[in-house]
């Protein structure tokens, strides 16, 4: 993270030359002019420590110092005095000062107190940091990868931990692309620095936009107090951009510029900051049909992908199936509760056969269910969902014709299979062609789409969920 430090000190000479002194790589300075408003400005900024002189702390100082340290995430408070008042320096530090410094102290005294003031505050956000990631910190090697094309994947991935380039992973949703990019950040140099995940299809634009670059205080109606964006915050880690696809015109403009300068600046703020993170951006959209639609811009894109990595779906890779599932019996089972072991074989077999539309979230969604449904020390059939435990027969496995392929060219393989499943088959394909061409022409109205097709809209969301057609792509 990049430390932010505030002057307001009544002495303008010396907020200057300590200003000098600390403003190196990794801390930024800010100073606020004396004024009656000054402690109701400190309480807004978002900083790691702030250095104030005791004369513009409203009295009653102590009073206001306790208050100061109710402050979410409030900076550490380093007053500097010119009094010697002895007992008012060991109540200032009770009330939760970081540190009181009298005027004879020197300079040197003075930034040498603040850097260990500030390296205090990082080790303990490092732990906190550090026992949360001992809990779920992801690695390459854990990545369950049975499949060959998985194991050809991982074989990718590793060539690119070492470097900074930045990283665009594609994939259906649950596919796995925020634990790629996790083990990536951990495997590699910058795993001491913190990982940020942001996802720019979750919030409204103007927070989204200071979620990303941070906001001064004032910048706009309701920001009251100043707040860190996330390059800010991955200062030396990684940022995680999920669901770039979804990220607004103008935001792609400013966040070009950031990763062109490698340099941010807070909305509403005057400043720009060097900051050094790696970038990584995921999405389950087409992004080049965006760039075709105008809606996802190409030099963005460039930028972005300089390293672009697939997770293929999971019904592309069925032979990680079985080691997913005994992976996830396993973990969840102190989660879970249940002294569940194993799957019985019909059950793990209706699993190898599912689409699994949700990918891997889904297969570990279906797990957990199935562990608090089941009797005994197995899941069984029973204990899946009726759209896994009924789903498909090993037809799946099987190539399909291409679409468009005429119908009497049916591959040999569709004649050993039984004539339910073909009908199935031949029926979903049309379907998915039918609801995708109408979908087409309504723009993706599904209002409109079910009237045409003569269905209950709540049918055709659902099928649409099935065939996994999202409006938003039609628009
Ligand atoms: N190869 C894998 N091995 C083990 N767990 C995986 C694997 N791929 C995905 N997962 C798990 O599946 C869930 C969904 O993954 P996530 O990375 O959130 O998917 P996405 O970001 O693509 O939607 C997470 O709990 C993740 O840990
Ligand atoms: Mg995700």
Redesign the pocket.
């Given at each position: 993270m990049l430390n932010r430090v505030v002057l307001a000190l009544d002495r303008t000479d010396v907020a200057r030359r300590l200003r000098k002194r600390v403003e190196q790589d990794d801390v930024v300075v800010t100073e606020l002019k004396n004024g009656a408003d000054i402690w109701d400005k400190l309480t807004r900024q978002s900083a790691d420590a702030v250095l104030v002189s005791r004369t513009m702390i409203p009295d009653p100082a102590v009073q206001t110092v306790e208050a100061w340290e109710e402050l979410p995430d409030a900076p550490a408070l380093m007053v500097l005095t010119d009094d010697d008042n002895e007992d008012e320096h060991v109540q200032l530090q009770a009330a939760g000062a970081a540190a009181v410094v009298g005027a004879r102290v020197s300079l040197d005294s003075m930034a040498s107190l603040l850097f260990s003031v500030l390296s205090e505050r990082d080790e303990l956000a490092q732990e906190r940091l550090a026992t949360r990631r001992a809990l779920t910190q992801?690695r390459l090697s854990?990545?369950?990868?049975t499949s060959g094309v998985?194991q050809a994947f991982v074989r990718t991935v590793e060539r690119v931990i070492d470097s900074n380039v930045s990283l665009l992973i594609l994939?259906e949703?649950?596919?796995?692309?925020?634990?790629?990019a996790q083990a990536v950040h951990y495997e590699g140099p910058r795993k001491t620095g913190p990982f940020i995940a942001i996802n720019c299809g979750a919030l409204p634009e103007t927070l989204l936009e200071s979620e990303l670059f941070g906001h001064e205080e004032g910048a706009f109606t309701g920001a009251i107090r100043s707040r860190r964006g996330c390059f800010e915050l991955a200062h030396h880690g990684t940022v995680f951009l999920?669901e770039i696809g979804e990220l607004p015109h103008h935001l792609q403009v400013k966040l070009l510029r950031v990763l062109q300068e490698r340099e941010v600046r807070r909305v509403g703020g005057e400043r720009s900051i060097k900051v050094d993170v790696r970038v990584m951006a995921?999405t389950n959209r087409d992004l080049k049909a965006l760039i075709e639609q105008g809606l996802f811009r190409q030099d963005l894109y460039y930028r972005l992908s300089v390293m672009t990595l697939e997770?293929p779906p999971l019904r592309e890779r069925r032979e990680?199936i079985r080691e997913?599932v005994r992976?996830y019996i396993d973990y969840l089972r102190p989660r879970v509760g249940r002294d569940v072991y194993g799957i019985r074989a019909d059950a793990m077999h209706a699993m190898a056969q599912y689409r699994w539309p949700g990918n891997?979230?889904e297969l570990?969604n279906v797990i957990e269910r199935a562990m608090l449904l089941a009797e005994g020390e197995e899941i069984g059939l029973v204990d899946l969902p009726q759209s896994v435990a009924v789903g498909r027969e090993p037809s799946e496995m099987i190539m399909l014709p291409p679409p468009g392929a005429a119908l009497d060219d049916l591959p040999p393989e569709w004649l050993e299979r039984p004539w339910k499943d073909v009908r199935r088959e031949a029926v979903e394909r049309i379907e998915r062609a039918y609801l995708k061409g109408l979908l087409e022409e309504t723009k993706g109205k599904v209002g409109e789409t079910a009237r045409r097709a003569g269905m209950q809209p709540r049918s055709l969301f659902e099928k649409m969920q099935y065939y996994q057609l999202r409006k938003e792509d039609f628009r």
């Open positions: 992801p854990d990545f369950v990868s998985m994939g949703t649950g596919v796995g692309k925020e634990r790629l999920d995921a997770i990680d997913l992976t891997v979230r570990i």
